[in-house]
């Protein structure tokens, strides 16, 4: 076989079944075996960037590499943005492209991006854990299996720019497939481990620790340990409140749940955390970034400990010292928290009275979403908070929320309940607009047997809502929610005090989306009544491809985020 069918069918027998590309010219070998090699399909993107934000659902779905093909040069540079943020929500990707035959490296080829030119390798450097160019045909199989292995031990995407000379080349092929452990390691620094339990121990607190809290974050998905984190909670009644990054890690309708904390959070996570009586939090899989720990607020700091767990040890003690620092898998952490005995888990026994009574006072501090009375209104334009009630009502429990980036991820984070399993999927760090309908397509991709649902503004269409054309082209189900306020809305908060030029610039005219939907294949509807939401919704979900369902909102209501809003102008009276 020749190089690029190597490629294609070591990939295959890594368990990758989908491979995402837009065509070009110096990927020519590579459409044999990609519509050729059994139990692997492709699906051509509208735009490099859109394989790629597919890709990275896949991958984030499925729990594999997720795998994207581009050209070198424009091709590649088109993915910069999706594989930044895949880098920055550690989501493990292989992008590939091609590159012009060595032999014409640096005299004029066309479209020659390869280090004697444009030199794509060191464009991606800084978006990725690793970018190789393959000079030579001896290197391409050594080459993919660093970059697959690159990518799962980093959490990232990488990078192989493979010239044609290469692709073309014979190859024997001679791939063992990568030890499962490498997709969910359970390293652990035993030591540290152990230190960090101690604290609970009856021999080391008297009286013993009592109110004890599990924050988690996106690392807990990462490491398969969604129910490892759970069993750990409930041995010891452990109140638990996620990320936004996190969210979906446990059933927000868990006795346990406080709900997201941070950026988009609830009351009862906000309330639990910034309270002085807990004593210890327990943070796992969480990088404790600006919106994981509202506004780098210190309030929520432990008065005793603070137990950082993750199985990157940069990402620990970046925004505060740990007392007590853990490198390890979240999973093989919260089993052993799960399984403690003797001392430690006397300790925990001991405070399960007092985290039970703690729990309580926190609930009944007011329901769980800020402003739930927002999720009745009967406002027109429709109140935001009453288009997500009514889109959660009319889904299935299982369903899966992709969300973009906007006014809507605050909305969605505050009053649409998640229930676990992946079931909330979002570029939550770097943020770009416009990269939730290719998400989507990818995690419904990897898990075709759960509803999908795509929260996306009108803004965020007009970027990568072509990849519209892709899901009808491939008959892929999805529900699209377009929360259509003819603005940028997050922008317009802010510039709407400036006046009424700067808001003029956040503006953006009026559209149909149903019909920019069917143009390209799909269908859709729109909705202007709360009570027209969950039949559209409904119809949607029949459909054998996707569906959009556009609400004319009003921009004018401010996100649900009121205790982000005291942490930064606290932030910014004191810097």
């Known amino acids: 076989m020749d190089g690029a069918a190597c490629i294609v069918s070591s990939l295959a027998a890594e368990g990758v079944d989908h491979l995402f590309m837009v065509p070009g010219g110096l990927n020519d070998p590579f459409m044999p075996p990609m519509t050729?090699?059994?139990?692997?399909?492709?699906?051509?993107?509208?735009?490099?960037?859109?394989?790629?934000?597919?890709?990275?659902?896949?991958?984030?779905?499925?729990?594999?590499?997720?795998?994207?093909?581009?050209?070198?040069?424009?091709?590649?540079?088109?993915?910069?943005?999706?594989?930044?943020?895949?880098?920055?929500?550690?989501?493990?990707?292989?992008?590939?492209?091609?590159?012009?035959?060595?032999?014409?490296?640096?005299?004029g080829a066309f479209q020659d991006a390869s280090g004697a030119a444009l030199d794509d390798v060191s464009v991606l450097r800084p978006v990725t854990a690793e970018s190789l160019s393959v000079n030579s045909p001896a290197n391409l199989q050594p080459y993919l299996r660093v970059a697959a292995l690159t990518a799962l031990r980093e959490r990232a995407p990488v990078h192989l720019s493979i010239p044609l000379d290469v692709q073309r080349s014979p190859q024997i092929k001679d791939w063992t497939p990568l030890p499962e452990?490498?997709?969910?390691?359970?390293?652990?620094?035993?030591?540290?481990?152990?230190?960090?339990?101690?604290?609970?121990?009856?021999?080391?607190?008297?009286?013993?620790?009592?109110?004890?809290?599990?924050?988690?974050?996106?690392?807990?998905?990462?490491?398969?340990?969604e129910a490892a984190l759970i069993?750990?909670?409930?041995?010891?009644?452990?109140?638990?409140?996620?990320?936004?990054?996190g969210k979906g890690v446990v059933p927000e309708d868990h006795p346990l749940a406080l709900?997201?904390?941070?950026?988009?959070?609830?009351?009862?996570?906000?309330?639990?955390?910034?309270?002085?009586?807990?004593?210890?939090?327990?943070?796992?899989?969480?990088?404790?970034?600006?919106?994981?720990?509202?506004?780098?607020?210190?309030?929520m700091l432990p008065t005793a400990e603070l137990v950082h767990v993750d199985a990157d040890p940069s990402l620990i003690g970046r925004t505060w010292p740990s007392s007590r620092p853990v490198t390890a898998s979240p999973r093989a952490f919260l089993e052993q928290l799960t399984a403690v005995d003797g001392p430690i888990a006397a300790g925990l026994d001991a405070g399960r009275a007092a985290r039970r009574?703690?729990?309580?006072?926190?609930?009944?501090?007011?329901?769980?979403?800020?402003?739930?009375?927002?999720?009745?209104?009967?406002?027109?334009?429709?109140?935001?908070?009453?288009?997500?009630?009514?889109?959660?009502?009319?889904?299935?429990?299982?369903?899966?929320?992709?969300?973009?980036?906007?006014?809507?991820?605050?909305?969605?984070?505050?009053?649409?309940?998640?229930?676990?399993?992946?079931?909330?999927?979002?570029?939550?760090?770097?943020?770009?607009?416009?990269?939730?309908?290719?998400?989507?397509?990818?995690?419904?991709?990897?898990r075709p047997e759960r509803p999908l649902v795509v929260a996306t503004g009108d803004g965020c269409m007009l970027m990568h809502g072509m990849e519209l054309h892709t899901a009808a082209r491939y008959g892929i189900p999805l529900v699209i929610l377009v929360?259509?306020?003819?603005?940028?809305?997050?922008?317009?908060?802010?510039?709407?005090?400036?006046?009424?030029?700067?808001?003029?610039?956040?503006?953006?005219?009026?559209?149909?989306?149903?019909?920019?939907?069917?143009?390209?294949?799909?269908?859709?509807?729109?909705?202007?009544?709360?009570?027209?939401?969950?039949?559209?919704?409904?119809?949607?979900?029949?459909?054998?491809?996707?569906?959009l369902v556009s609400a004319r909102i009003d921009k004018r209501y401010p996100t649900p985020i009121a205790p982000w809003r005291e942490a930064v102008a606290e932030w910014e009276d004191s810097h």
């Open 36 to 107: 050729g090699t059994p139990g692997v399909r492709t699906i051509v993107a509208a735009h490099e960037g859109g394989a790629a934000y597919m890709a990275d659902g896949y991958a984030r779905a499925s729990g594999r590499l997720g795998v994207a093909f581009g050209i070198g040069g424009p091709g590649i540079t088109n993915m910069v943005t999706a594989l930044a943020a895949a880098r920055a929500d550690r989501s493990a990707l292989l992008a590939i492209s091609g590159e012009v035959a060595v032999g014409t490296e640096g005299r």
């Open 181 to 225: 452990a490498a997709y969910r390691p359970l390293a652990i620094d035993q030591a540290a481990t152990d230190a960090a339990l101690s604290v609970f121990s009856v021999d080391a607190a008297d009286p013993p620790v009592a109110n004890v809290v599990l924050l988690a974050g996106p690392g807990v998905r990462h490491a398969g340990a």
């Open 231 to 245: 069993a750990a909670a409930e041995r010891f009644e452990i109140p638990v409140a996620t990320t936004l990054g």
């Open 259 to 299: 709900g997201v904390f941070g950026y988009g959070g609830s009351r009862w996570a906000s309330e639990a955390i910034l309270d002085p009586a807990v004593a210890v939090l327990i943070v796992v899989g969480s990088a404790l970034s600006q919106r994981d720990t509202m506004n780098w607020d210190p309030k």
């Open 357 to 446: 009574a703690f729990l309580g006072d926190v609930r009944g501090r007011g329901p769980r979403a800020y402003a739930s009375g927002d999720t009745t209104s009967e406002a027109v334009p429709m109140h935001p908070a009453r288009f997500v009630a009514e889109a959660r009502a009319a889904c299935p429990r299982d369903t899966v929320l992709s969300v973009d980036s906007g006014a809507h991820r605050a909305w969605c984070s505050q009053y649409w309940p998640s229930y676990g399993h992946g079931d909330y999927v979002s570029l939550a760090n770097l943020a770009p607009m416009g990269g939730a309908i290719p998400l989507g397509i990818g995690a419904k991709i990897a």
């Open 483 to 547: 929360f259509d306020n003819h603005a940028y809305g997050n922008i317009w908060y802010r510039a709407e005090p400036m006046g009424s030029g700067p808001a003029a610039l956040t503006d953006i005219p009026d559209l149909s989306w149903p019909e920019f939907a069917r143009s390209v294949g799909a269908d859709g509807v729109s909705v202007a009544h709360p009570g027209e939401v969950g039949e559209a919704i409904a119809h949607g979900l029949t459909q054998e491809g996707p569906f």
